[in-house]
Structure formats: C-alpha cells, structure tokens
T-cell receptor, first 113, second 116 residues
Framework: SQKIEQNSEALNIQEGKTATLTCNYTNYSPAYLQWYRQDPGRGPVFLLLIRENEKEKRKERLKVTFDTTLKQSLFHITASQPADSATYLCALGPEDSSYKLIFGSGTRLLVRP | GAVVSQHPSWVICKSGTSVKIECRSLDFQATTMFWYRQFPKQSLMLMATSNEGSKATYEQGVEKDKFLINHASLTLSTLTVTSAHPEDSSFYIC????????????FGPGTRLTVT
C-alpha cells in the first residue's frame, strides 16, 4: 500500500532562515504532489502543486521540488516569519481522474522571532 | 479563490443521537466533494467521496450506514453521523476540487464533533 512519510518532529528555526520540509513516499506514482498549510483547528489551505514532469515550482517565498526517482519532495520557505508557523501537509495525487489525495501526517514548523 | 464552508463549526451531541454536517461550495460547483476526519496531531483520513447525483464511495473500514452522505446539489454535500458514540468525536473536514482541470482542493474550516 502507499506510504507517505513526513518528519513527525517539529522543525524549530529562527526568523529569517530558510525552512526545509521533506516528504518521502513509496508504492505510488502520483501525477501530482501538493503541499498544504494547516493551522490548529482549521481546514488545510492549498499552497502549491507540482506535476510529475516538473522539477521545481516557486510561489513568492515558497519553493517545491519533486524528484520522482527518489520519490521525494522538498518544501522550502525562505526568509521565514513567525506567521509561517503551522503544520505543513504533503499530499499525493491524484493518480487518476478521481481527484483523491493521500495525505502525509504533516510537519509542524515553529519560527522563532 | 474557491471557498468552501461548513456548518456547524462545532457541535456537542449525546450518545445515540444523530448529527448532520453541511459542506457548501460558495462560488463554484462541485460534482465531487470529499469528507475527512482528523484526530489530534494526526493527518487527514479520507472517509468517503461524495458524488452529486449518485451514491457516495466509502473508503475501506468506514461504515456507510453510520456515516450517511448525501450530495443533493452541485454546491451541497451533507454528512450525517448516525447513532453517535464518544469514539466518533473528531474533527470532520470536507473538501472540493474546483474542477476544470485544476487538481488542488479547497477545504472547509472543519466541524468539531464532541459526543458525550
């Protein structure tokens, strides 16, 4: 069965530094990989989508890479701010036309002022 | 961007009663919606796919007779938790893809269900 791994330990960094979060997966060949942000008690918010034939995607201070050989995605936040503190979820899919996503357990990011 | 709302945002009910949660797409039509549940510090677990005009598709291990899903229109899906028990207490979240070739999903704010 498919498996997605995100670092379960919180990432604690200083404001202004670059945060890098990792998403690894097995037994899956997603056409897309997506990243979401979730604040406590709220629904996830879509951030970025990267296709299997794309190596890198950027949006403002966010950058996502996708290595289908390594089955890994890296999510970077440059010039991090305390407001970036949240849980970041990696999601695979869809693999077909069903729109179904498979979510990782998320990594909590804490940005210290 | 696409907006999805949920109602209620939180609900407390007694064991054995049923509770209905609504999920609405406010500015787009959604032929497909998804229902998730999330326990504290855990990820989203997909419960079922709600299809407008047809039966919902449930994930393995999810009781379809306990979690009734109705997708009556292109903007509304409802999840009814029947004969609720304390173990059904959780955070329920719906989502919908905006479609038209876009594969990201827009999530509702979630509903916190507490069964006493």
């Amino acid at each position: 069965s498919q498996k997605i791994e995100q670092n379960s330990e919180a990432l604690n960094i200083q404001e202004g530094k670059t945060a890098t979060l990792t998403c690894n997966y097995t037994n899956y060949s997603p056409a897309y990989l997506q990243w979401y942000r979730q604040d406590p008690g709220r629904g996830p918010v879509f951030l970025l989508l990267i296709r299997e034939n794309e190596k890198e995607k950027r949006k403002e201070r966010l950058k996502v890479t996708f290595d289908t050989t390594l089955k890994q995605s890296l999510f970077h936040i440059t010039a991090s701010q305390p407001a970036d503190s949240a849980t970041y979820l990696c999601a695979l899919g869809p693999e077909d036309s069903s729109y179904k996503l498979i979510f990782g357990s998320g990594t909590r990011l804490l940005v210290r002022p | 961007g696409a907006v999805v709302s949920q109602h209620p945002s939180w609900v407390i009910c007694k064991s054995g009663t049923s509770v209905k949660i609504e999920c609405r797409s406010l500015d787009f039509q959604a032929t497909t919606m998804f229902w998730y549940r999330q326990f504290p510090k855990q990820s989203l677990m997909l419960m079922a796919t709600s299809n407008e005009g047809s039966k919902a598709t449930y994930e393995q291990g999810v009781e379809k007779d306990k979690f009734l899903i109705n997708h009556a229109s292109l903007t509304l899906s409802t999840l009814t938790v029947t004969s609720a028990h304390p173990e059904d207490s959780s955070f329920y979240i719906c989502s919908a893809p905006p479609g038209t070739g876009l594969y990201e999903q827009y999530f509702g704010p979630g509903t916190r269900l507490t069964v006493t």
